[in-house]
């Protein structure tokens, strides 16, 4: 079997996986894209006396205003969450939780941790796809109206959101001499460039979310570790962030590239 028979048969496979899963995929993207902010929300209600001291002690704003920024992190970010999945308001809810990263970014000192920073704007570049899906949710309640002009901000939304996600596999690159390393750097290089340029994105970003889900399991599996040992918290923390991620991937697997892509320069061809 030749290059180009095996790249069809992958590709033929991407596109009967989205055909039976194009009723569910949407929502089973949007769970995994806000897993973060949902468990982040929760884990403040548990943990208030502990995030409230932490915010305290480094910027020495007083019990009040500590306590008011974990209220504001845990309102803003489950309703966030609700209005997602039940589809209201959606826009609003992106824009608030874009906020709460920008929030969590200064509060917790992110900015100066390049790792933690490129994994918050990969974070990012999910609500962006978001933003672009209940976009595209609005315009096709106008079926047969030319919206060539309006979906423009609607493409340069999946290319931000394309990149920015690329951002988070840059943090999981491994600089070790091993060959399962260089392999898997060689492979996740070569899957986000196609993502980010939007070349046979789908059966990339596919791929992606399979290895990535793999990793995620293997490396930041929290369950085993006891809840009272710090890794606990870490590692859960890590899970969830690459869930988020993963999330974000399903998104362009079931919206497609978009109109800034090589995919739809090659149909214009």
């Not at 969450?81 to 308001?89: A, D, K, M, Q, Y």
């Not at 609003?92 to 929030?103: N, R, S």
């Not at 490396?219 to 009272?228: D, E, G, L, S």
Request: with cysteine; hydrophobic share 50%; charged share 15%.
């Amino acid at each position: 079997m030749g290059q180009n028979d095996l790249m069809g048969t992958a590709e033929d496979f991407a596109d009967q996986f989205l055909r039976v899963t194009k009723q569910y995929l949407p929502h089973v993207a949007r769970l995994c894209l806000i897993s973060t902010f949902l468990e982040d929300g929760v884990r403040m209600w548990f943990q208030w006396g502990e995030q409230r001291d932490y915010i305290d002690t480094t910027w020495g704003c007083g019990y009040a205003l500590a306590s008011a920024f974990v209220l504001l992190n845990l309102l803003g970010q489950l309703t966030g969450c609700i209005l997602v999945l039940s589809r209201n308001f959606v826009q609003y809810a992106c824009f608030g939780l874009f906020g709460i990263i920008a929030l969590q970014t200064i509060a917790y000192s992110i900015l100066w941790d390049l790792k933690f920073l490129m994994r918050n704007l990969a974070l990012g570049g999910g609500l962006l796809l978001l933003l672009a899906e209940s976009r595209s949710e609005g315009k096709s309640m106008f079926a047969g109206v030319p919206t060539m002009r309006e979906s423009s901000p609607k493409q340069y939304m999946q290319l931000g959101g394309r990149v920015l996600l690329v951002l988070m596999f840059m943090t999981l690159l491994h600089f070790d001499a091993s060959f399962f390393s260089i392999l898997q750097n060689i492979v996740g290089t070569a899957l986000m460039i196609l993502v980010a340029i939007g070349f046979k994105t789908k059966l990339a970003a596919l791929t992606l979310v399979v290895w990535l889900f793999a990793i995620n399991v293997y490396f930041n599996a929290f369950w085993t570790i006891p809840v009272y040992k710090p890794m606990h918290d870490f590692l859960k923390y890590d899970f969830f962030q690459t869930m988020s991620v993963i999330g974000g991937l399903l998104l362009v697997v079931a919206l497609g590239p978009g109109g800034v892509s090589m995919d739809e320069k090659k149909k214009e061809w």
